[in-house]
Nanobody
Framework: QVQLVESGGGLVQAGGSLRLSCAAS????????MGWFRQAPGKEREFVAA????????YYANSVKGRFTISRDNAKNTVYLQMNSLKPEDTAVYYC?????????????????WGQGTHITVSS
């Protein structure tokens, strides 16, 4: 069992930056690939970014590529999402998730555990 707790959400102006953190419980954090998803009001939850177990491989949605950076610190059981050049369309609830899979990490169905989410609002 893995418990995930996100933090770092809030209100930011367009063009600004935020860093999300996701703290994981348990001793097996490094056994999971980690991902970030988001869900805007009235829309389906969508993939944002993912990182392999070691942190050596990352994946990004086209909509955030070049603006967002995912990273992890296995010693601290934490995954991060650095978000720069934020746009109003980035407004959503952001969720972190843990996956025992090693491929197709862009798919929601590959994730075993989910956090409760943290709200991001980007004002224009």
């Amino acid at each position: 069992q893995v418990q995930l707790v996100e933090s770092g959400g809030g209100l930011v102006q367009a063009g600004g930056s935020l860093r999300l953190s996701c703290a994981a419980s348990g001793r097996t954090f490094s056994s999971y690939a980690m991902g970030w998803f988001r869900q805007a009001p009235g829309k389906e939850r969508e993939f944002v970014a993912a990182i392999s177990r070691s942190g050596g491989i990352t994946y990004y949605a086209n909509s955030v590529k070049g603006r967002f950076t995912i990273s992890r610190d296995n010693a601290k059981n934490t995954v991060y999402l650095q978000m720069n050049s934020l746009k109003p369309e980035d407004t959503a609830v952001y969720y972190c998730a843990a996956s025992s899979a090693t491929a197709t990490l862009t798919l929601r169905s590959k994730y075993d555990y989910w956090g409760q989410g943290t709200h991001i609002t980007v004002s224009s």
